[in-house]
C-alpha cells in the first residue's frame, strides 16, 4: 500500500478512501449478482481458456486467503508502543479478525476433500481483495480507532461479539455438512441437511455474513462496515443463486427452506 501513500496527507485519508471504494465496489458486485451474472467458479465454473489455468482447491485457498492472516498478525505483533495494549477493544476487533483468518487459511484449505481447481486469475484477485482488507483493518483498528475505556461492557459490543461467534461457528459447521455430502469416489451434488441448512440453502453464507456484521457491530468502524457490508453484497447473491439451483436440480428439494435469511428470503 505504500505506493498509495503518495496520493494523500494522511494514512487515515488512505485507510478512508479504500473503504469507502469496498463500499462502492461491493454495490456494485451485488448488482452484477443480482442481474444474472455469476461468479465462475465451483459449480458455476466455465470452460473458458481463462479458467483452464487454474490451481488445486486447497493451494488455491491458501494462498488467496494469507494476506489477512498476515497483515492483522504483523500489526499485532510489530506495532509495539504505537499499538494498544493485549486487552484493548483495538487488539480484540484485530483477534476476531484473526480468528477468522486462522481457521480460513491453516485449517479450512486442508479439510477439503477433492474440490474444483480454481482458475488462477480468481485466486489473484482473492489475493490483492485479502491484502485490501487485511491492510485497511489491521491499521486502521490496531493504530488509529480510539475507543472509550467501558467500550467491552457495552451491549453494542457484546452483541458483536457474540453474533461474531455465533456466526463463525455456523460457518465453520456449514462447511463440515458439505465437505461430508459425498462419499469417497462421488461426484454427484446433493442436498444439505442440518445445521442451519434445515432453514437456508445458504447456511454457510448466512454464518459468515453474521458473522461480519457482528465483528462491526464490535468494532464500529468504517473499515469493518465496509467489511461486513462487502461481504453480504458478495455472498448474499450468491446464496440466491444456490437456491435457486438447488430448487431446479431437486425435485424433492424442502418447500420450506429459504435462501439466506431463515422464514423470510
Known sequence: MEFLRAFFKTEMDLISFLSWMMVLSGAA?????????????????SESSLAKISLPARWAWFIQEAPSLAFPLYFLLAS???GAGFLSS????????????????LIFPFLIKGGKPTPVHLVMMAFAFCCWNGYIQSAYHQLYASYDSNHLTKLTSIAGILLFIFGMTVNIQSDEILRNLRKPGETAYKIPRGGMFEYVSGANFLGEIVEWFGYAL???????????????????????H????YQE???NYPKSRKALIPYIL
Open 90 to 105: 483495538n487488539t480484540i476487533v484485530l483477534l476476531m479478525f484473526t480468528a477468522h483468518y486462522l481457521q480460513r487459511t
Open 249 to 251: 436440480k431437486f425435485d
Open 80 to 82: 509495539g508502543s504505537q
Open 218 to 240: 464490535f468494532a464500529q468502524s468504517l473499515p469493518a462496515f465496509a467489511f461486513a457490508f462487502f461481504t453480504a453484497a458478495n455472498i448474499g447473491p450468491r446464496a440466491l
Open 242 to 245: 444456490h437456491h435457486k439451483w
Open 29 to 45: 458486485t451485488a448488482i452484477a449478482l443480482l442481474v444474472g451474472f455469476k461468479a465462475t467458479y465451483g459449480r458455476y465454473g
